[in-house]
């Protein structure tokens, strides 16, 4: 991006993971009364005709506006152009199981990283017809509104939230260590089933932290975004700086209880082999 066209070349970028965001939306009201096709990608890892809809809903336009750019979209795997610097991180509906089941908490969430950093993203959840977005140095905001995250001082009145992978692994085992410690000394614990959501609470500041192993680029990239554009901070779980493609376990929150989360959290981690070590 060369400096004069990179502003207006940045909110073309925004304004349109916005869209598309909605966009994706829509096709999921818009299906989400028939039955669901489900196939199993794993035992408990399921995908359905309406993720694979709005994929191709998001995809459509973002080829329409920005051909040249590279995609990583959850279900259809990566588009490269090795010449592009940009690069559109997708999850076409975040909360699968959630949405099989009619729970409602999933979301749709586009993100956009140039250079592997993350530039704009939007999370759209359809059942409140809320519209997450952030652009970087822009601030973070809720259908048009400024958000921040909570101001909340202390662990004692704090509500978290997690979420847990499809497979019961020793992260998860470390995980359910972890929930069981830090219940007694929050306010709360919640489980929604929807990290990307999880993120966009945290931003305007309906979670005061969140925390997971074992994520996947495209349920970060969006929300990492909106969590520091809303004043939040997002780390790696053992503190290391947040990188979209290579971190996959992440502590965020406002900055006392990111703290606060970090100090209770790293002791669980020592002799544990995470893929990315602290
Ligand atoms: C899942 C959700 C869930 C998280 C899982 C993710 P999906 O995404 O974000 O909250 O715990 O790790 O894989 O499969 O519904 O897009
Ligand atoms: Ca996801
Ligand atoms: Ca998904």
């Given at each position: 991006?060369t400096a004069?066209?990179?502003?207006?070349?940045l909110?073309?970028i925004?304004l349109?993971t916005q869209r598309?965001?909605?966009?994706?939306?829509?096709?999921?009201?818009?299906?989400?009364?028939s039955?669901r096709?489900?196939?199993y990608?794993?035992?408990?890892?399921?995908?359905t005709?309406?993720?694979?809809a709005?994929?191709?809903?998001i995809?459509?336009?973002i080829?329409?506006r920005?051909?040249?750019?590279?995609i990583?979209a959850?279900?259809?795997?990566?588009?490269?152009n090795?010449?592009?610097?940009?690069?559109?991180?997708?999850?076409?509906?975040?909360?699968?199981?959630?949405?099989?089941?009619?729970?409602?908490?999933?979301?749709?969430?586009?993100?956009?990283a140039?250079?592997?950093?993350?530039?704009?993203?939007?999370?759209?959840?359809?059942i409140?017809?809320e519209?997450?977005h952030a652009?970087?140095?822009?601030?973070a905001?809720?259908?048009?509104?400024?958000i921040?995250?909570?101001?909340?001082?202390d662990?004692?009145?704090a509500?978290?939230?997690?979420g847990f992978?499809?497979i019961?692994?020793?992260?998860?085992?470390?995980n359910?260590?972890?929930?069981?410690?830090?219940?007694?000394?929050?306010?709360?614990l919640?489980?929604?089933?929807?990290?990307a959501?999880?993120?966009?609470?945290?931003?305007?500041?309906?979670?005061?932290?969140?925390?997971?192993?074992?994520?996947?680029?495209?349920d970060?990239a969006?929300g990492?975004?909106?969590v520091q554009?809303?004043g939040?901070?997002?780390?790696?779980?053992?503190?290391?700086s947040?990188?979209?493609?290579?971190?996959?376990h992440?502590i965020?929150?406002?900055?006392?209880i990111h703290?606060?989360?970090?100090?209770?959290?790293v002791?669980?981690?020592?002799?544990?082999?995470?893929?990315?070590?602290?």
């Amino acid at each position: 991006m060369t400096a004069p066209d990179s502003i207006l070349q940045l909110n073309d970028i925004y304004l349109t993971t916005q869209r598309a965001a909605k966009s994706a939306g829509s096709t999921i009201r818009r299906l989400s009364g028939s039955p669901r096709k489900i196939d199993y990608k794993r035992t408990r890892d399921m995908v359905t005709n309406v993720d694979r809809a709005a994929e191709q809903t998001i995809i459509e336009i973002i080829q329409s506006r920005f051909p040249q750019h590279s995609i990583l979209a959850e279900e259809r795997g990566e588009i490269h152009n090795p010449d592009s610097e940009f690069e559109w991180i997708i999850d076409p509906l975040d909360g699968t199981t959630n949405f099989v089941h009619h729970f409602p908490a999933y979301c749709v969430s586009v993100g956009v990283a140039y250079q592997g950093e993350m530039v704009a993203g939007s999370i759209y959840d359809p059942i409140r017809d809320e519209l997450f977005h952030a652009k970087k140095g822009g601030g973070a905001f809720r259908n048009g509104q400024q958000i921040r995250v909570s101001d909340t001082p202390d662990l004692g009145k704090a509500l978290l939230a997690t979420g847990f992978p499809y497979i019961n692994d020793e992260l998860f085992e470390l995980n359910m260590r972890i929930w069981v410690s830090l219940y007694g000394q929050t306010q709360g614990l919640r489980r929604a089933g929807s990290a990307a959501l999880d993120l966009a609470m945290v931003a305007c500041g309906r979670l005061d932290g969140f925390w997971e192993f074992s994520l996947n680029p495209w349920d970060l990239a969006a929300g990492t975004l909106l969590v520091q554009e809303a004043g939040g901070m997002v780390t790696a779980i053992c503190g290391e700086s947040f990188q979209v493609n290579t971190v996959p376990h992440i502590i965020t929150g406002n900055p006392t209880i990111h703290q606060a989360m970090l100090e209770r959290i790293v002791p669980y981690l020592k002799g544990v082999e995470l893929d990315k070590p602290c």
